[in-house]
């Protein structure tokens, strides 16, 4: 299972990025998918998660500017970031709870995409 993360770059304070992910390989089914981040020094965080069904949840930090969706589809998930501010700067990465066809690890990661907000 691979997890292919896209749509970082840099951008000016109140611009926009789109983020996708897109998850391949012998998926039985992905359960919550989610986008973390991690800026230079700190800790990697939860940004956003959204259900199979649709539910999400966002950190308070960006509620109001960034909304995740997904397409089960397509085993992709989405971050479309608006008004974005300098602190929003980071490596995003996309996770997801994956049950595979062969038994595996649970949860899987994408190879990280930078975002660079500058002031």
């Known amino acids: 299972v691979q997890l292919q993360a896209s749509g970082g770059g840099l951008v000016q304070a109140g611009g926009s990025l789109r983020l996708s992910c897109a998850a391949s390989?012998?998926?039985?089914?992905?359960?919550?998918m989610g986008w973390y981040r991690q800026a230079p020094g700190k800790q990697r965080e939860l940004v956003a998660s959204?259900?199979?069904?649709?539910?999400?949840n966002y950190v308070e930090s960006v509620k109001g500017r960034f909304t995740i969706s997904r397409d089960n589809a397509q085993k992709a998930v989405f971050l479309q970031m608006n008004s974005l501010k300098p602190e929003d700067t980071a490596v995003y990465y996309c996770n997801a709870q994956i049950i595979t066809v062969v038994p595996g690890p649970l949860h899987y990661w994408g190879q990280g995409t930078l975002v660079t907000v500058s002031s």
């Open positions: 959204v259900t199979s069904d649709g539910r999400a």
């Open positions: 390989g012998s998926i039985f089914i992905i359960n919550d």
